[in-house]
């Protein structure tokens, strides 16, 4: 819409409406348990944010976002009024960020919005989701923003941030039932399967039966992947999981050739020996808890 702006430093600007198209191209593969959605567009306004809703129908919504390190609980959404923030006098955000996905639920059902690389989303109490598309910037600090009084950076303009061009994106949407275990697991699978789907090639040269070689594995319902790499003083092999749920979790890796293991912190300091059994290190994640093991072969 028109509306005018008054700069960091004091100058109003008056803005013209513009229009802004998206296309949306939706598309179900047989046998899929997702709808996929490709979002393309041309955007040429300032000072603004365009946004994709998307109509759940589940009011008043407990909302789960992915993080770095697991899910978490963003709580109910029961009013669109943003509330103060106490005696600092700012008022609470109501967009919040999502690492692959951020689920929307009640008693009996869910949805789950998958997203590729779209990192803000703002859920309202109607089950409406907002996904943020293109954010244009005008400012790198201004002085009347609610959410925090006063300036946050040197008031300068940035004209250059204002996000002009053509923009694309792709997402996906999931149904399910109320949130547990089993449902958080179909989730994150769904979330891997969408994100990073594996893709073969067929090479005319490849005449030979394939050699099977095993590789790492992780076992355990509620664990999920979360790195492997070499250690830092490059010793051992490094792997990381995270226990997605409210109770404690049993599970293993599995490398061929694995002699020791050890606990460790995030820091990668050892905390104590782990038992190898065969090619299997055992251990137990505490509830919600991210636990290191370093691996030597």
């Not at 989303?121 to 293109?134: K, S």
């Not at 275990?181 to 399967?193: G, I, L, M, Q």
């Not at 830092?232 to 404690?248: F, Y």
């Amino acid at each position: 819409p028109a509306r005018t702006l008054r700069t960091a430093a004091g100058i109003v600007r008056r803005l013209r409406a513009a229009s802004v198209v998206v296309h949306v191209d939706a598309s179900l593969d047989a046998g899929a348990s997702r709808i996929a959605l490709a979002v393309h567009g041309d955007h040429r306004a300032d000072d603004c944010r365009v946004r994709l809703l998307i109509r759940s129908g589940i009011a008043t919504p407990q909302v789960t976002a992915d993080a770095a390190f697991g899910d978490v609980d963003r709580g109910r959404v029961t009013s669109d009024v943003p509330s103060p923030m106490g005696s600092a006098q700012e008022a609470e955000l109501r967009t919040a960020p999502l690492h692959r996905y951020v689920t929307l639920s009640d008693a009996a059902r869910g949805v789950t919005l998958l997203s590729d690389g779209l990192a803000e989303y703002e859920a309202m109490a109607d089950g409406t989701l907002a996904l943020t598309l293109v954010r244009a910037v005008g400012e790198l600090s201004r002085g009347d923003l609610p959410e925090r009084p006063g300036f946050a950076g040197w008031p300068v303009a940035t004209p250059g941030a204002q996000s002009h061009g053509p923009f694309e994106a792709r997402f996906a949407l999931i149904a399910h039932a109320a949130p547990s275990d089993a449902v958080r697991a179909r989730v994150r699978e769904a979330a891997e399967d969408f994100l990073l789907p594996l893709t073969g090639a067929t090479w005319s040269s490849a005449i030979d039966p394939p050699t099977r070689t095993p590789g790492l594995r992780l076992t355990g319902s509620t664990l999920a992947f979360e790195a492997c790499k070499e250690s830092e003083d490059g010793a051992s092999l490094l792997v990381r999981c995270t226990n997605a749920s409210d109770a404690p979790a049993s599970g293993a890796w599995q490398l061929a050739g694995v002699r020791e293991a050890w606990l460790a912190r995030l820091d990668e300091t050892p905390l104590g020996v782990l038992p190898v059994q065969g090619d299997a290190v055992h251990f137990t994640a505490p509830p919600r808890a991210t636990v290191t093991i370093l691996l030597r072969r």
